[in-house]
């Protein structure tokens, strides 16, 4: 297997978990969704948005390596990490699923070769960087898993059940 079908994969494993964990979220009521609870983007409607945040943070930043300014124009721009996009639930989830498709699409452009690209970028706090593609994806999925591994315990303090999460069990077509 090549080290971008593993991209690839976890890009759709991405969709599937969001969408799952997002209509678990939902079945809680506004006000807790949008509570203070410890988190640290401090509730799970914090949470939600930090993700979405990040991934358009990141995907603006990989469109240097595949062009797809285009797809990317009409979505937001984010300025800070802890920025609320979207105050509602609602309002979260097509935009969380055009971002998902978009980094499946993204990632469907990967080859062999690329794994010795190197992205150069500004980071939050206004410094150059220079990394490895390999590392920045490895990043992005696992930055992905810590936050929605925060979700699910506050999914779980609620009572909520939020199903399988692995991704042993997610369909990955």
Same mark, same amino acid.
């Given at each position: 297997m090549q080290w971008s079908d593993h991209y690839q994969r976890y890009a759709r494993y991405n969709r599937w978990i969001n969408h799952r964990l997002l209509d678990a979220t939902a079945t809680l009521p506004a006000d807790i969704i949008q509570a203070p609870c410890g988190l640290y983007f401090d509730s799970l409607l914090? $949470?939600? /948005?930090?993700?979405?945040?990040?991934?358009?943070?990141?995907?603006?930043?990989?469109s240097g390596i595949f062009p797809i300014l285009d797809e990317l124009r009409h979505l937001p721009v984010p300025q800070r990490l802890d920025e609320i996009l979207c105050p509602q639930l609602d309002d979260l989830r097509p935009l969380r699923q055009?971002? =998902?498709?978009l980094m499946i699409r993204w990632c469907d452009l990967?080859?062999? =070769? =690329?794994?010795h690209d190197v992205l150069e970028y500004? /980071? $939050?706090r206004g410094e150059e960087i220079a990394r490895p593609l390999s590392l920045i994806l490895q990043h992005l999925f696992n930055h992905q898993t810590h936050h929605r591994g925060q979700v699910t315990a506050e999914l779980s303090r609620q009572k909520v059940d939020y199903g399988i999460t692995d991704l042993l069990y997610a369909p990955l077509d």
């Open positions: 914090g $949470s939600w /948005n930090h993700l979405l945040v990040t991934d358009l943070i990141w995907m603006r930043r990989l055009q971002v =998902d498709e990967l080859r062999a =070769d =690329d794994a500004t /980071n $939050s």
